[in-house]
T-cell receptor, first 115, second 115 residues
Framework: GAGVSQSPRYKVAKRGQDVALRCDPISGHVSLFWYQQALGQGPEFLTYFQNEAQLDKSGLPSDRFFAERPEGSVSTLKIQRTQQEDSAVYLC?????????????FGDGTRLSIL | AQSVTQPDIHITVSEGASLELRCNYSYGATPYLFWYVQSPGQGLQLLLKYFSGDTLVQGIKGFEAEFKRSQSSFNLRKPSVHWSDAAEYFCAVALNSGGYQKVTFGTGTKLQVIP
């Protein structure tokens, strides 16, 4: 498949557990974005990578959230000590470059439910 | 900071009828504007975008949008709606932030199409 792939599609965890969400961007895409979409809301920016460099993490809601992209391709969003308010759909998007003219291609998301 | 308002949370139209989804933005300079569509359990798909030039932009699936600077609006239209258009629609504005686009989404309008 040529699109952005996210796994798992669904994740259920108990409060306090750590979770890891994976994003496989489109091959060759330099830019990678993570968004959080709460129920009934639009996606909200979490963080941005250009290759392996995390250039903006201003949207991460707390220090329990951590993202990495060590080799400039696959990215992982990790949430430590999950809380109920972390329940949301987490979307990953990639683009060929980061400039405003470049469209972002979205994955289908990971739906995270914290019990 | 930029913001996007979609005043209609939910709209119902009959198949074959025309459609207009409203979007208002707040941003000091000329904005970069987008419309995305999200089907249940799916990621976001780009319908169309406006950066500059002709204020009436054509997108995929027969959609168009008109940028009106005086009204700070970017409304989405379609002359004849098909049942497959039932989905959630998000308006978004992008800010050029240090060489990449930081996108702010509206809260979405859910479209229901009745036969």
């Amino acid at each position: 498949g040529a699109g952005v792939s996210q796994s798992p599609r669904y994740k259920v965890a108990k409060r306090g557990q750590d979770v890891a969400l994976r994003c496989d961007p489109i091959s060759g895409h330099v830019s990678l974005f993570w968004y959080q979409q709460a129920l009934g809301q639009g996606p909200e920016f979490l963080t941005y990578f250009q290759n392996e460099a995390q250039l903006d993490k201003s949207g991460l809601p707390s220090d329990r959230f951590f993202a990495e992209r060590p080799e400039g391709s696959v990215s992982t969003l990790k949430i430590q000590r999950t809380q109920q308010e972390d329940s949301a759909v987490y979307l990953c998007a990639s683009s060929l470059a980061g400039g405003v003219g470049q469209p972002q291609h979205f994955g289908d998301g990971t739906r995270l439910s914290i019990l | 900071a930029q913001s996007v308002t979609q005043p209609d949370i939910h709209i119902t139209v009959s198949e074959g009828a025309s459609l207009e989804l409203r979007c208002n933005y707040s941003y000091g300079a000329t904005p970069y504007l987008f419309w995305y569509v999200q089907s249940p359990g799916q990621g976001l798909q780009l319908l169309l975008k406006y950066f500059s030039g002709d204020t009436l932009v054509q997108g995929i699936k027969g959609f168009e949008a008109e940028f009106k600077r005086s009204q700070s609006s970017f409304n989405l239209r379609k002359p004849s709606v098909h049942w497959s258009d039932a989905a959630e629609y998000f308006c978004a504005v992008a800010l050029n932030s240090g060489g990449y686009q930081k996108v702010t989404f509206g809260t979405g309008t859910k479209l229901q199409v009745i036969p």
